[in-house]
């Protein structure tokens, strides 16, 4: 694969980064998207200075968003391993009784 420049939006200003695939160039370009989005929906509903106020927001919201996923990965782990447990435990007694 070859890298491949391209240029995103971000609250009015271009920004040129270096991707190594097409797929990846979709991903970018709908998070750029998305971060936009949330921040006009911020514009609509706050009271703000200025746009770095909006990007201090959509960057809080988006921390928050990452650290929940995270956590709820970390206790399905948790659920994983402890259901592999019952099933070892489970099929110990299984051959006992055989």
Same mark, same amino acid.
């Given at each position: ?30 998070? *750029? ?8 929906? #911020?514009? $609509? ?6 746009? &770095?106020?909006? =990007? *201090? ?8 968003? #990452?650290? $929940? ?6 206790? &399905?782990?948790? =659920? ?19």
């Amino acid at each position: 694969m070859r890298d491949q420049l391209i240029s995103v939006i971000i609250a009015e200003r271009p920004y040129r980064l270096t991707i190594n695939s097409e797929a990846e160039e979709e991903i970018f370009r709908k998070a *750029a998207k998305l971060v936009d989005d949330k921040m006009q929906d #911020y514009a $609509r509903n706050y009271a703000f200075r200025d746009k &770095q106020d909006l =990007l *201090a927001m959509v960057n809080l919201q988006f921390a928050v968003e #990452y650290l $929940r996923l995270n956590n709820t990965a970390g206790e &399905q782990q948790v =659920l994983r391993e402890k259901l592999n447990e019952v099933d070892r435990l489970l099929d110990e007694c299984l051959l006992e009784e055989s």
